[in-house]
């Protein structure tokens, strides 16, 4: 059976949500991996006055690159960046590109999409949803087309408490639903959308169901395959362990776990923490573009790309990022870190006043003293805010079947399954959870390791500032109740005779 560098080999892809966390390992992986891979077509929107291609250049400046750098330095020569706009018609693209994909391209990694759980209905339909549709016109006019991989989320059908490896019925018509959101008011569109949702807990989950749904039923005759991951979090091992560049969900959460800006988690303890670092998740995309190539399946097979089926691990088990942002913080360290779990919102309320919101306005107080912008507030908020969008997602359970998963992984032939591992039996929850901490201070905020002792000095003189300042308040409390309670006085005096 041939290998996936050899089916990849000569290939042209394309690939869009380059720019994103799960596009760069992607574009990275396949150059590295694959060698002898043809070109990367890159589905690129212009952005803040730069073109595609400054946009690009600026991708692969990206320290995740290091290692494809020195194997294959004229990697670059592979790589061509394509203007695009999902929200344009016919995907933004001009004919003379049009006819370029359409003639070359051999095989599409459909990637890009808004993962804000928030974001406005009309808004979440035309990215998530309407963009496969054009995504699948674009590849109907494809003379080379061997496989369409599109990237989901095992969270599509979180409606459900078992989820299968099956494209669900839609909870409303899609198409009725794309054009009503066309002639609605802003006002009617927010007003609606909490109905419209129904069980699901936001539009990210709701459009994402939809998007499979349309993707298989207008993709008919088309060679597709879709991929599932969970909680893509920092890398197990490839290219380098630890690597994560930005904020979303479970990451934000990390980085204002270390900085002691986040003082309570509203989680339940014992719920499965469904996380997948971000390269197991490439090699399943990878893995499953060969498989398709290789046995041609009648239907369009579905990756449940999780954890939990094979090696989970629960929330509680976080607890231990605790000890190592201790062990190894971050320069902008605010408050020494500490979390408590609660199931309670009211009690997270409680927490975040008492432990955040009034530090961060007694500091946001003094920087206005001094003639600085607040911001501590804000950030407070922010976090907070956060906290409350995932709660959903760390108070509830799914059991997923991951068998196609499986049957990919047993398929895979031996000089395969050292790069393109697929097997997460062997990965250490702890030993993967505190290179994510230092991942978070080497690549999303750009702190050098080498200036560690100076983060150490500053986090044990946060340490003594809360116990000088407990110290303080306890004495302090404790004189008022010398004055003002002769119980306390009694006390004391006890207290003092037995002791001398």
Same mark, same amino acid.
């Given at each position: 059976?041939?290998?996936?560098?050899?089916?990849?080999?000569?290939?042209?892809?394309?690939?869009?949500?380059?720019?994103?966390?799960?596009?760069?390992?992607?574009?990275?992986?396949?150059?590295?991996?694959?060698?002898?891979?043809?070109?990367?077509?890159?589905?690129?929107?212009?952005?803040?006055?730069?073109?595609?291609?400054?946009?690009?250049?600026?991708?692969?400046?990206?320290?995740?690159?290091?290692?494809?750098?020195?194997?294959?330095?004229?990697?670059?020569?592979?790589?061509?960046?394509?203007?695009?706009?999902?929200?344009?018609?016919?995907?933004?693209?001009?004919?003379?590109?049009?006819?370029?994909?359409?003639?070359?391209?051999?095989?599409?990694?459909?990637?890009?999409?808004?993962?804000?759980?928030?974001?406005?209905?009309?808004?979440?339909?035309?990215?998530?949803?309407?963009?496969?549709?054009?995504?699948?016109?674009?590849?109907?006019?494809?003379?080379?087309?061997?496989?369409?991989?599109?990237?989901?989320?095992?969270?599509?059908?979180?409606?459900?408490?078992?989820?299968?490896?099956?494209?669900?019925?839609?909870?409303?018509?899609?198409?009725?639903?794309?054009?009503?959101?066309?002639?609605?008011?802003?006002?009617?569109?927010?007003?609606?959308?909490?109905?419209?949702?129904?069980?699901?807990?936001?539009?990210?989950?709701?459009?994402?169901?939809?998007?499979?749904? #349309?993707?298989?039923?207008? %993709? =008919? $005759?088309?060679?597709?395959? &879709?991929?599932? @991951?969970?909680? *893509?979090?920092?890398?197990?091992?490839?290219?380098?362990?630890?690597?994560?560049?930005?904020?979303?969900?479970?990451?934000?959460?990390?980085?204002?776990?270390?900085?002691?800006?986040?003082?309570?988690?509203?989680?339940?303890?014992?719920?499965?923490?469904?996380?997948?670092?971000?390269?197991?998740? #490439?090699?399943?995309?990878? %893995? =499953? $573009?060969?498989?398709?190539? &290789?046995?041609? @399946?009648?239907? *369009?097979?579905?990756?449940?790309?999780?954890?939990?089926?094979?090696?989970?691990?629960?929330?509680?088990?976080?607890?231990?990022?605790?000890?190592?942002?201790?062990?190894?913080?971050?320069?902008?360290?605010?408050?020494?870190?500490?979390?408590?779990?609660?199931?309670?919102?009211?009690?997270?309320?409680?927490?975040?006043?008492? %432990?955040?919101?009034?530090?961060?306005?007694?500091?946001?107080?003094?920087?206005?003293?001094?003639?600085?912008?607040?911001?501590?507030?804000?950030?407070?908020?922010?976090?907070?805010?956060?906290?409350?969008?995932?709660?959903?997602?760390?108070?509830?359970?799914?059991?997923?079947?991951?068998?196609?998963?499986?049957?990919?992984?047993?398929?895979?032939?031996?000089?395969?399954?050292?790069?393109?591992?697929?097997?997460?039996?062997?990965?250490?929850?702890?030993?993967?959870?505190?290179?994510?901490?230092?991942?978070?201070?080497?690549?999303?905020?750009?702190?050098?390791?080498?200036?560690?002792?100076?983060?150490?000095?500053?986090?044990?003189?946060?340490?003594?500032?809360?116990?000088?300042?407990?110290?303080?308040?306890?004495?302090?409390?404790?004189?008022?109740?010398?004055?003002?309670?002769?119980?306390?006085?009694?006390?004391?005096?006890?207290?003092?005779?037995?002791?001398?």
């Amino acid at each position: 059976m041939a290998t996936i560098p050899e089916v990849y080999a000569g290939k042209s892809v394309l690939i869009t949500g380059a720019t994103g966390f799960i596009g760069k390992v992607l574009v990275e992986k396949l150059l590295r991996c694959c060698p002898d891979v043809k070109f990367l077509y890159l589905l690129v929107r212009p952005k803040a006055g730069q073109p595609p291609s400054t946009r690009v250049e600026e991708l692969i400046k990206c320290r995740l690159f290091d290692k494809l750098k020195l194997e294959q330095p004229n990697f670059e020569d592979k790589i061509i960046a394509v203007s695009s706009d999902m929200l344009e018609p016919k995907l933004g693209l001009n004919e003379e590109n049009t006819n370029i994909l359409q003639q070359n391209v051999n095989m599409v990694f459909h990637v890009a999409a808004t993962v804000k759980f928030d974001e406005k209905l009309d808004l979440s339909l035309k990215l998530n949803v309407m963009s496969v549709q054009k995504m699948l016109r674009l590849c109907q006019g494809m003379k080379q087309l061997e496989v369409f991989v599109h990237v989901s989320t095992a969270y599509a059908n979180c409606d459900r408490s078992h989820i299968d490896e099956v494209v669900y019925p839609p909870p409303v018509d899609p198409y009725k639903l794309m054009y009503s959101t066309e002639w609605m008011s802003d006002e009617m569109i927010t007003m609606l959308t909490p109905k419209i949702i129904g069980n699901r807990p936001n539009t990210y989950t709701f459009t994402k169901s939809i998007a499979e749904y #349309v993707f298989v039923e207008e %993709g =008919a $005759g088309l060679p597709l395959c &879709i991929v599932r @991951p969970s909680i *893509v979090g920092a890398t197990w091992k490839d290219p380098f362990p630890g690597w994560i560049d930005n904020y979303n969900g479970i990451s934000g959460l990390f980085i204002a776990t270390g900085t002691g800006m986040l003082r309570a988690v509203i989680a339940d303890a014992d719920t499965v923490a469904d996380l997948t670092p971000v390269d197991y998740v #490439v090699n399943m995309m990878i %893995g =499953a $573009g060969w498989h398709t190539i &290789i046995h041609k @399946p009648n239907t *369009v097979p579905i990756y449940n790309c999780v954890s939990s089926a094979t090696n989970p691990t629960r929330y509680r088990d976080c607890n231990v990022m605790i000890d190592y942002y201790q062990k190894t913080p971050l320069e902008s360290t605010f408050r020494r870190p500490y979390v408590y779990w609660t199931s309670h919102p009211w009690v997270f309320s409680y927490w975040n006043f008492i %432990g955040c919101k009034i530090p961060c306005m007694v500091t946001d107080l003094c920087l206005k003293l001094i003639g600085k912008k607040p911001r501590m507030v804000r950030v407070c908020d922010r976090i907070a805010k956060s906290m409350y969008t995932l709660k959903y997602f760390t108070q509830n359970d799914w059991v997923w079947s991951n068998r196609n998963c499986e049957a990919l992984m047993n398929a895979l032939p031996d000089a395969d399954r050292k790069d393109f591992f697929l097997d997460l039996r062997p990965l250490d929850w702890n030993e993967y959870l505190e290179t994510y901490c230092v991942g978070t201070k080497q690549y999303v905020l750009n702190e050098d390791l080498a200036a560690l002792p100076a983060a150490k000095r500053h986090i044990t003189k946060l340490r003594n500032i809360r116990w000088v300042f407990n110290t303080v308040v306890l004495v302090a409390l404790w004189r008022v109740l010398i004055a003002k309670s002769e119980l306390a006085r009694n006390t004391l005096d006890l207290v003092l005779n037995l002791s001398f």
